[in-house]
C-alpha cells in the first residue's frame, strides 16, 4: 500500500519467480512503447495542425502577389498551393478542379530541379536557411518550357521547431523572352552599323 502511495505501479515478492519477472517487464515494456507511439503521433498531429494554419495565414498574405506560392511539409510534400503555381506550371490559367492534383503528379515526377539536396526547399527543411537559386528551366504540364525563379524559407511553429518551409516560385519567362529580343534587336543594330561603316569606307 506504501508502495502505491509513493508511485510506484508494481510489486513483486522475495523470492520472485523469473518467468512472471519476465513477462511484467515484457508488458510495461510495451506499455512504454505504446505511450512513446502515442505521444510521437499526437506531435505529428500538432505539427500538421501548426503546418496548416501558418501556411493558410501565409497563402491568404501572398495569394495578391505575382508569384506562386508553395507549402510544404518536413518531408518536402506540398500541402497547399496557390492558383499562380498552377498557371506556372500548366502554362495556363487553372480552370479544371484537378489542377492540384496535375501539380502533385509533376512534383514526383519533373519538380526535382525545385526538391533537389542543394535547391532553396532542402536548405529550407535540412539547414534551417532562407535561399534563392539561380534561374531555372522546367519543363510544365503542358510540355512547354519555363524559366522560373525559386526561393524557398523554414516555416516554424510551436517552439520555434521546424514544421515546413514556404516556396516562392516566380515566372522570368517572359522577361527572359524581352531581354533576349532586346540583346538580338541590339546585335542587329550593332552588325547594321558596322555593316554601314563598311560601305562608307568603300
Sequence with gaps: KK?????????????FDPDILKMKVAAYASFRQRAIALAERERQVRESQELLRVGQKLSAVLRSLPVGVLIADTDGRICQA??????????AEPAESDSYAGI???WDTSGRVIKDAAAPLSRALH??????????????????TKTILVSASPLRGIGGRIV???VLIQDLTETTMIEKDLADRVTRLVGLGVELEQRAAH
Excluded at 508502495?3 to 523470492?15: H, L, M, V
Excluded at 496557390?82 to 502554362?91: A, D, P, Y
Design 164 to 166: 515546413g518551409a514556404v
Design 127 to 144: 539547414l534551417s536557411e532562407s535561399s534563392n537559386s539561380e534561374p531555372v528551366e522546367i519543363t510544365c504540364l503542358d510540355g512547354s
Design 104 to 106: 502533385l503528379e509533376w
Design 3 to 15: 508502495g502505491y502511495e509513493a508511485g510506484g505501479i508494481d510489486y513483486f515478492t522475495k523470492p
Design 82 to 91: 496557390t492558383e499562380e503555381v498552377s498557371r506556372i506550371f500548366k502554362s
